[in-house]
């Protein structure tokens, strides 16, 4: 949960929602 919590912070940081869900689907 907490590899998924930080890539969330990172995604929503720079403000890519696309981005985001790209790397969830990497992991």
Do not use: S, V
């Amino acid at each position: 949960m907490t590899k998924l919590g930080r890539l969330y912070g990172l995604g929503i940081g720079p403000g890519d929602p696309e981005l985001l869900t790209l790397k969830a689907h990497r992991i």
